[in-house]
C-alpha cells in the first residue's frame, strides 16, 4: 500500500468486511460517523484492523480529527511513509 489508491481500495475492502458496509456507498468524502455509520466501537476494530494491515501502532490521537474517508487514507499514508 503506497498509493492512496491503493490505501483507499484496501479500506473499501475492509468497511465491507468488518462493517458490511456496500462498497458503492464509500467514497473518499464518505463522513464515517453520518454517512458509513462508524460508531467508536467500530472505530477501534478499524484501528486495529489498519495496525495488522500497516505493521505500525496506531495512536488515538492520532485518529481524533479523522471524519472522513479521506481522513483515514491520509493517517495511512502518513503512518506507512513516517512510521
Known amino acids: 500500500m503506497k498509493t492512496q489508491e491503493e490505501i483507499f481500495q484496501k479500506l473499501v475492502s475492509i468497511f465491507e468486511e468488518l462493517f458490511e458496509i456496500e ?4 467514497t ?3 463522513n ?3 454517512d458509513l455509520d462508524i460508531d467508536s466501537i467500530d472505530a477501534v476494530d478499524l484501528v486495529v484492523e489498519l495496525k495488522k494491515i500497516t ?3 496506531i495512536q488515538p490521537d492520532d485518529f481524533k480529527m ?3 474517508v479521506q481522513d483515514v487514507v491520509d493517517q495511512v ?3 506507512v511513509k513516517n512510521g
Open 28 to 30: 473518499l468524502e464518505s
Open 32 to 34: 464515517l460517523y453520518q
Open 77 to 79: 499514508e502518513n503512518l
Open 23 to 26: 462498497p458503492e456507498k464509500i
Open 66 to 68: 479523522v471524519r472522513t
Open 55 to 57: 505493521g505500525k501502532k
